[in-house]
């Protein structure tokens, strides 16, 4: 059973940075395309951004310039650093396979908090 673990959340003011991640049990980076999502308070929860197998790397049109997406397969550990952060930027971020989540891999997420 594969377990993600995301972690590095926090508060930060707007324009700050955090790096996110999230480690798996398994060696899933190597099968699957990745995904970081988030959901805002009562809304719907959206993917950000995903990396393939390869590298390659696509952004929702809100984040691009802003986050990165990279992955460690030697690690089983995939990444999200956030830059220039803003308060729209708040919520629950999560990490699953791409385009279709797998249920039974959704953990806690990480809550990042953009405010002054």
């Known amino acids: 059973q594969v377990q993600l673990v995301e972690s590095g959340g926090g508060l930060v003011q707007p324009g700050g940075s955090l790096r996110l991640s999230c480690a798996a049990s398994?060696?899933?980076?190597?099968?699957?395309?990745m995904g970081w999502y988030r959901q805002a308070p009562g809304k719907q929860r959206e993917l950000v951004a995903t990396?393939?197998?390869?590298?390659?790397?696509n952004y929702v049109d809100s984040v691009k310039g802003r986050f990165t997406i990279s992955r460690d397969n030697a690690k089983n550990t995939m990444y999200l650093q956030m830059n220039s952060l803003k308060p729209e930027d708040t919520a629950v971020y999560y990490c699953?396979?791409?385009?279709?989540?797998?249920?039974?891999?959704w953990g806690q997420g990480t809550q990042v908090t953009v405010s002054s």
């Open positions: 990396i393939t197998k390869s590298g390659s790397t």
């Open positions: 398994g060696s899933i980076f190597s099968i699957y395309v």
């Open positions: 699953n396979t791409s385009p279709y989540a797998i249920s039974g891999y």
